[in-house]
């Protein structure tokens, strides 16, 4: 009798979707590290807003804002091998960790660029007036109060990567989606299957949110009216 929802299905299969959790964190963990470098040199060059590469880098936050990661990942994988045949020596995992990467700096940038608006003006006339260097400025004074304001964005950023790596699977990564579409093609049980794929995310999600609560007060204290 096939029951409409098996419990010990249910519970059978989240060691295994547990088992590949690893490769879908170390995904989202390079993406976000390398997106995050990147985005933030995006973010301080649109900061400036000066030089030629004002409407290029414009150009390249709005596309890969503007259009869907997997038609990027397609894109990446499937297409742009055919005019730069190397890339076809990438594996599926590192297609995606590029990909990602490039995709979280375009949301990065903004994340940055509009933390670095937030830094109050007089922070840079103090810095100058005391014989700091712009690079000096940049890095030792505006920089790390940008990011203290970005931790909630950032934050929300690496979340949404993390979901984002569950498409990943169409390139054939055996990450969590993609070890579950292999279980519920061999056993049938797409509900207790994909139920607890979600519930993986969701756990991950409530995880994640706390920890980014608790660095944002973390990174907080000393700033906040009494």
Do not use: C
Not at 24 to 41: Q, Y
């Amino acid at each position: 009798m096939n029951e409409a929802f098996q419990l010990k299905a249910f519970i059978s299969v989240i060691p295994k979707l547990i088992a590949a959790l690893p490769i879908t964190l170390a995904i989202a963990s390079v993406a976000m590290l390398f997106g995050l470098l990147l985005g933030t040199v995006i973010g301080i060059l649109r900061f400036k807003n000066r030089g030629v590469l004002t409407l290029p880098l414009a150009a390249y936050v709005s596309f890969f804002r503007g259009t869907p990661l997997m038609v990027q990942l397609f894109i990446f994988y499937y297409g742009l091998p055919q005019l730069i045949p190397g890339l076809a020596s990438l594996s599926a995992v590192q297609a995606a960790i590029l990909v990602m990467s490039i995709n979280a700096s375009a949301y990065i940038s903004e994340v940055v660029r509009a933390a670095l608006s937030s830094v109050p003006i007089g922070q840079f006339h103090a810095s100058s007036a005391v014989g700091m260097t712009s690079w000096q400025t940049l890095t030792h004074v505006i920089l790390p109060q940008a990011y203290r304001i970005a931790i909630p964005a950032l934050g929300n950023t690496f979340i949404s990567i993390i979901q984002g790596t569950s498409i990943t699977f169409m390139l054939g990564v055996r990450d969590i989606m993609g070890t579950a579409k292999m279980n519920a093609a061999a056993n049938y049980r797409f509900l207790e299957t994909y139920l607890a794929v979600g519930l993986i995310y969701w756990s991950l999600t409530i995880v994640l949110s706390k920890i980014n609560s608790h660095l944002e007060d973390h990174f907080s204290k000393g700033y906040k009216r009494k």
